[in-house]
């Protein structure tokens, strides 16, 4: 073939893929190498002690503060994800199986346009529609529904879990949406013409199918989270706050930055091990049900 | 009523539109807060005003932050399609030894917490290189949290390509340089400008790097960022947002008229949203 000339097919895709990939090795990779490196060494007032040493992660374990905020980030994303997954699966599974296809990209547009726009102003007004004069409140209290403002929906965890599962709404959609369309539809049909109900279709059949999104979903919304710090800065309140505004913290007003890596080291392993722990029990689960 | 149900997926359509509702709300309240003649942002509204809009034009921080905001956005779309359609094109066309790495680590940011992204640039830069944070920190920033949406919506510009077209010029006498001119960019083109949009509004709408990597001019959603502290000021922050999201609102539209515009042009069915 002519278009083979000169370059074999692997130099041809080496040289295409160098660009984007040692744009991401420059600024990704060695970067992230950069953090674990840092979380070793020490700050010394202004001066960086690029000596080898434990402190920071002694510090962390050791000091209550950390752990905390550490834990309450581990729960507040994974209560975010158990919401948003639990919220969309119905969506993606309405989109794939009950709207005509010709009509499914529109839906899928409608969906994901909120999470395209400005995400600083869209967490800044469910502070206004949870807060105490807020819009939920002034229309509870106007129909009736409730005598005196809710209180338990702004400045706490709860708030940063309806904001963030708001925010990550699309990101679990899509995936689980794909894997929906992935279903071979004669399959269902064959499991209904075998006697089985809608209900039993759907455990056995769907689910199971549909796993490989679900555990995305689950990923793209849980490890995200984990590192949002503007969510609980506005709406979280001082019991709201996670580990990432203390990275901030350590790092933009603090000024010591290895402390600073040394958390965002621990919460990413952290994250990565629950991550990981999650694929293999998804996967041993769905292999029992096959 | 009860016919309509069970066709559109009875119960379960109703909830989708309740869901929808619970997504634009939001979006909803920003132009109703906008527009009321109140400087407190609750219910009930006051009556109609346009006060807040015309406030942001005798703004000089504010054309600042607009205008770095612009640059950046501009620039980091060029380059995150630019490294996109590199990776596309590899990634779809050829096998080479490390290419699932490769492309994985080109994906990472996709999934990467922002503020793990804006703190290790901000190490290698300020703590290990030494160098002052400028817009040129930003861009480098979110070029690669750009990046691999643009990889994800080229990728499928060129899985619709016909590989026959770019062989037939190649076998009439064209150099790869003419075909991809000539064919190839005019086929993915659409996709092109898609990726274009959806990453200048990315850009545009990043606050958590920008935050970190912001040197002396803010971006408009660090400026944005730093009014929310005054109550006062939230009116025009209110309608700043409004302008905001209308215009991202407008370049998501061009973005998926374009991404339907090609795959009407490579013939291939509609699955729905970019990723």
Redesign the interface.
């Known amino acids: 073939m002519s278009a083979g000339q000169g370059l074999s097919e692997a130099k041809k895709g080496l040289l295409l893929a160098a660009p984007p990939g040692l744009y991401a090795i420059l600024l990704l990779a060695v970067p992230l190498g950069a953090v674990l490196l840092l979380s070793f060494w020490s700050q010394d007032f202004l001066t960086l002690d690029r000596t080898f040493t434990l402190k920071n992660y002694r510090e962390a374990f050791s000091e209550p503060l950390y752990m905390l905020l550490l834990g309450r980030s581990l729960l507040i994303s994974g209560a975010v994800t158990l919401v948003t997954v639990l919220l969309a699966f119905p969506i993606a599974y309405f989109v794939s199986f009950h709207v005509r296809p010709e009509r499914k990209s529109l839906w899928i547009f409608l969906i994901t346009i909120p999470f395209w726009t400005s995400y600083l102003i869209r967490v800044f007004l469910w502070k206004v529609i949870l807060g105490y004069n807020g819009v939920l409140n002034t229309a509870l209290l106007g129909v009736g529904f409730i005598d005196e403002p809710l209180t338990f929906i702004l400045y706490n965890a709860n708030a940063v879990v309806i904001t963030l599962a708001h925010a990550f709404a699309p990101f679990a959609i899509l995936p689980i949406f794909v894997a929906l369309e992935k279903i071979d539809r004669s399959l269902l049909e064959a499991s209904r013409d075998l006697g089985e109900g809608t209900v039993r279709t759907f455990t056995r059949v769907t689910l199971p199918l549909a796993m490989p999104g679900v555990v995305a979903a689950i990923l793209i919304v849980f490890i995200p989270t984990i590192g949002d710090y503007v969510t609980p800065d506005l709406v979280g309140g001082p019991n709201g706050l996670m580990i990432a505004n203390m990275i901030q913290t350590q790092f933009l007003k603090l000024n010591n930055a290895p402390m600073g890596a040394a958390l965002a080291v621990i919460a990413m392993v952290s994250v990565s091990v629950i991550s990981l722990l999650i694929v293999l029990v998804t996967m041993r689960w769905s292999r029992r049900g096959a | 009523m009860s016919g309509w149900l069970s066709k559109?997926?009875g119960w379960?359509?109703v909830?989708?539109v309740v869901?929808?509702v619970?997504?634009?709300?939001?979006?909803f309240?920003?132009p109703t807060?906008a527009f009321n003649d109140s400087t407190v942002?609750?219910?009930?509204l006051q009556g109609f005003t346009t006060e807040w809009f015309s406030g942001l034009s005798g703004v000089p921080a504010l054309t600042g932050a607009v205008k770095t905001s612009l640059l950046i956005a501009v620039t980091s779309a060029l380059l995150a399609t630019?490294?996109?359609l590199?990776?596309a094109?590899?990634?779809v066309?050829?096998?080479?030894?490390?290419?699932g790495p490769?492309?994985g680590?080109?994906m990472?940011?996709?999934?990467?917490?922002?503020?793990?992204?804006g703190?290790?640039?901000?190490?290698?830069i300020v703590?290990?290189l030494g160098l002052p944070l400028s817009s040129w920190t930003v861009i480098?920033?979110h070029?690669?949290i750009c990046?691999p949406f643009a990889?994800a919506i080229l990728n499928a510009s060129y899985q619709s390509l016909d590989t026959s077209l770019?062989?037939a010029a190649?076998?009439l006498g064209e150099t790869?340089v003419s075909t991809f001119r000539l064919i190839t960019l005019p086929l993915i083109m659409p996709g092109i400008i898609a990726s274009l949009l959806?990453s200048f509004?990315?850009s545009l709408?990043?606050?958590?790097i920008a935050f970190?990597l912001t040197g002396a001019e803010p971006t408009l959603?660090v400026y944005?960022?730093s009014q929310?502290r005054f109550p006062q000021k939230l009116p025009i922050?209110m309608a700043l947002?409004t302008i905001?999201?209308a215009a991202?609102?407008v370049m998501?539209t061009l973005a998926?008229i374009m991404r339907?515009r090609g795959l009407k042009k490579a013939g291939k069915k509609?699955?729905?949203?970019?990723?």
């Not at chain 2, 619970?22 to 979006?27: C, K, Q, S």
């Not at chain 2, 990472?108 to 992204?117: A, G, Y």
Request: with cysteine; aromatic share 12%.
């Open positions: 559109r997926g379960l359509g909830y989708a869901y929808l619970f997504l634009y709300a939001p979006i309240l920003l807060f942002i609750a219910f009930p630019t490294l996109g590199c990776a094109r590899a990634g066309r050829y096998r080479f030894p490390g290419k490769i492309m680590l080109i990472v940011p996709l999934v990467l917490p922002e503020i793990i992204v703190v290790s640039l901000l190490v290698v703590s290990i480098l920033g070029t690669l990046t990889v770019e062989e190649i076998d790869p959806i509004t990315i709408d990043e606050f958590i970190f959603p944005i960022w929310l922050v947002g905001l999201v991202s609102i998501l998926e339907r509609d699955t729905g949203g970019f990723l």
